[in-house]
């Protein structure tokens, strides 16, 4: 059976920063079978940037998922947080940010994300 709502998370990291998830979380859903997020990301390029994927989906009736996975960089005080929000009713909604000493030497942003069976691009790019 098919889940009503689901969340494919793309994450593509264009950096050389290492990351370590350091909190995950579902409010609403369960996480799909072997979509777990990585406990580790490694380090991409601007030119090749290094693509994780992980994903949620809606469990019972009439039901969404909403999610946050929180990585912390390589300095250890730099946090990134990543949120998504795919509603059984209602428009879908994500968020990344990042906090910290080294938040201004990256740019963050995320793409895609409509529809009831989403897929969203969320990004890590040093600051231009």
Do not use: C
């Not at 030119?47 to 929180?70: K, N």
């Amino acid at each position: 059976m098919t889940a009503a709502r689901s969340t494919l998370v793309q994450f593509q990291n264009g950096t050389n920063a290492f990351l370590t998830r350091q909190s995950w979380n579902l409010a609403h859903g369960i996480w799909t079978e072997d979509m777990l997020p990585p406990e580790q990301i490694g380090a991409g390029s601007a030119a090749q940037p290094l693509t994780v994927s992980w994903e949620s989906e809606s469990d019972g009736f009439m039901t969404g998922t909403e999610g946050s996975v929180t990585y912390l960089l390589q300095d250890g005080q730099t946090t990134l947080y990543v949120y998504w929000d795919n509603p059984f009713v209602g428009s879908n909604g994500y968020d990344i940010k990042l906090d910290g000493p080294l938040s201004s030497d990256y740019s963050v942003d995320h793409s895609g994300g409509s529809g009831d069976n989403a897929t969203v691009t969320f990004s890590l790019k040093a600051a231009s």
